[in-house]
């Protein structure tokens, strides 16, 4: 409580939220950088933080308080060849164009799955409109409903243990991007870039500060380079990875001085 009451004020996101808990209030303060010092680095005299995608450390540094640091970028010792990622742009997945789109996405994620016949399938879906579309659009295009899995926030657990316990299935997920390990999974499609929300408060917020796009644009790649890392965990590994949304291009050309060159 005391923290709340000296440090919260104009600058933090409110959010009021009315779901099955009752009312919930949260706050947030647009960076953590400020309580970066105070809070963790103090505890301590030298922190080593390790990530495939920490792509512009300068960003990273502001954002989390840090004065002093410095950045070293390794190889990936996984073979290229066992993780290769194909662009296939067939669809143009602008919020404008959506509807008119998603049927060409439809019919490639489904060939992709035919093509992996008996093998589990990760499909980024990146939101849950394009989840449901999937769902009720592929066994259209011949994929069996029974093989097609999904998950809610409730049973995000149990589903992602069930899929890694099967072989033949299709996981078709808005929020698979990290923390999950699937070498089970022998292709991986992402349909869409995975753009933060600019209904997003906090989001928005941040976009307002110094270098926001560059951080925007940033958090956008390094999202899909954690979605394209699911189910290549080891040097052994092999998986077909495909990108399917034009607007990869667009956001390829605005990052590509970030990506480490192993990606």
Aim: charged content about 25%.
């Amino acid at each position: 409580m005391n923290l709340f009451i000296n440090e919260v004020n104009d600058t933090w996101i409110l959010d009021l939220d009315n779901n099955k808990f009752g009312w919930q209030v949260t706050f947030k303060p647009v960076t953590v950088g400020a309580y970066g010092e105070r809070y963790l680095w103090r505890h301590g005299t030298r922190f080593l933080g390790m990530s495939g995608t920490i792509l512009d450390p300068e960003i990273m540094a502001e954002d989390l308080g840090i004065d002093d640091y410095d950045y070293h970028r390794l190889d990936s010792t996984f073979p290229v060849a066992n993780r290769i990622i194909h662009y296939n742009p067939v669809a143009n997945l602008k919020y404008d164009r959506m509807q008119e789109e998603l049927p060409k996405l439809a019919i490639e994620v489904a060939s992709l799955i035919k093509k992996h016949a008996g093998d589990n399938v990760l499909v980024h879906a990146v939101s849950n409109n394009i989840r449901d579309y999937l769902v009720g659009a592929l066994p259209l295009q011949g994929i069996s409903p029974d093989k097609i899995m999904m998950h809610n926030t409730d049973n995000r657990a149990d589903q992602l243990t069930l899929f890694k316990s099967r072989r033949g299935y299709t996981m078709i997920s808005p929020s698979f991007d990290r923390g999950v390990d699937l070498p089970e999974c022998k292709c991986v499609i992402i349909c869409k870039m995975p753009y933060m929300s600019l209904a997003d408060k906090q989001v928005k917020a941040r976009l307002a500060i110094p270098k926001g796009q560059r951080w925007y644009n940033m958090k956008a790649i390094q999202t899909v380079m954690q979605m394209t890392g699911r189910a290549v965990r080891s040097p052994t590994d092999v998986c077909d990875i495909v990108i399917l949304d034009r607007q990869f291009d667009s956001l390829l050309a605005r990052t590509r001085h970030m990506l480490p060159k192993w990606w």
